[in-house]
């Protein structure tokens, strides 16, 4: 199965975001990719705000157009992030939507871990101003590919339990859609994503925003697909773009019966 994985640098500008989403989607498909990830925010990536252009119930406009793109192309399609209201009152969340070739909705995902930072020298970041926070873990099968995602976005990847968890639902493939912060990307961005792969036995897809957004706000870009040996398969350069790689679920499974590291497990 050919994958792909998109980088962007999405702005204040709505329409434009969502239009080179779409473009770029279709590109991917057009190259033989039958399953595509987008990055957290991909729809709108400006200043905060409480209630950003994007935001919206999960049976709005938004997820409504790229189910039709996920059905008109017959792909699986992962929306990376948009703001999903539930309660008009409360705070929205930093949702990720999976949708299936048939553009049903396969699962949905609340980002559980909010990045809330003050880094020496770097920007400062409280997600928690404007998101609330999920509480499921969510995996679900990809059918009829013999793989199972498991959904997380961007800051979660520095908590490895969250992993462990998915692949404990047998997830073998994890999705990181994310707007990893420059200043951090880094030193952590690779390491961290080949370390998720490594330890879970699983391929890592971590599609990303790219430079600069609205004013102090810098993504580190370099999108990844690494497989379960922690092997790089593709890295975007700057600029937006899409990386491609086939995903082999048989070497997987060789590689988890060679090392059954899951099942050497001890302390649980």
Request: contains cysteine.
């Amino acid at each position: 199965m050919w994958i792909a994985a998109i980088q962007l640098n999405s702005t204040a500008d709505l329409e434009r975001n969502i239009a080179r989403a779409r473009d770029l989607v279709q590109e991917a498909v057009h190259h033989g990719a039958s399953l595509v990830a987008l990055p957290e925010h991909f729809a709108y990536l400006g200043p905060e705000e409480k209630a950003p252009p994007a935001a919206q119930p999960l049976d709005g406009p938004l997820v409504k157009e790229f189910r039709d793109l996920a059905r008109s192309l017959g792909i699986i399609l992962l929306m990376g992030t948009f703001p999903e209201i539930v309660y008009p009152d409360r705070p929205y969340y930093n949702t990720s939507v999976l949708i299936g070739i048939g553009g049903q909705i396969l699962a949905r995902y609340r980002k559980i871990h909010l990045f809330d930072v003050d880094i020496a020298g770097g920007p400062v970041f409280r997600e928690s101003n404007s998101v609330q926070a999920g509480s499921e873990v969510v995996a679900a099968s990809l059918a009829p590919t013999p793989f199972t995602a498991g959904l997380s976005v961007c800051y979660d990847l520095r908590f490895p339990e969250l992993y462990r968890a998915l692949a404990d639902r047998g997830a073998d493939l994890m999705f990181i859609p994310s707007a990893f912060t420059f200043a951090t990307g880094r030193d952590h961005w690779e390491v961290l994503l080949r370390a998720r792969a490594i330890e879970n036995q699983a391929y890592v897809v971590a599609p990303a925003q790219w430079g600069v957004h609205s004013k102090g706000r810098r993504s580190y870009g370099r999108a990844l697909i690494v497989d379960p040996w922690g092997t790089v398969l593709a890295q975007a350069p700057d600029g937006e773009g899409i990386i491609y790689a086939e995903l082999d679920h048989e070497r997987l499974t060789r590689l988890r019966r060679e090392m059954p590291v899951l099942m050497h497990r001890r302390l649980r």
